[in-house]
């Protein structure tokens, strides 16, 4: 490319997130959304197996900084 080209498409990306963006973000709109009666379920779910996901890799990460000592 270009330095032509690269001043070509850097202005393109200034205008896209300087401009647009924010007056994306600004601009009211309604939002009908619907959330069936299992989604709480579904998130607490997910929550609970993050957590011991999370758990159980932090255990390994500790077994391998500190071994278990073995008796002889």
């Not at 850097?10 to 619907?34: C, E, H, M, N, Q």
Request: hydrophobic share 45%; charged share 15%.
């Amino acid at each position: 490319m270009t330095q032509k080209a690269h001043r070509s498409v850097f202005s393109i990306l200034t205008k896209v997130l300087f401009i647009w963006i924010p007056l994306l973000l600004i601009s009211p709109r309604d939002a009908f959304g619907y959330a069936d009666p299992g989604s709480g379920a579904f998130v607490y779910q997910a929550a609970y197996a993050a957590f011991l996901g999370g758990t159980f890799y932090v255990r390994r990460i500790l077994n391998y900084l500190w071994p278990r000592r073995t008796k002889k």
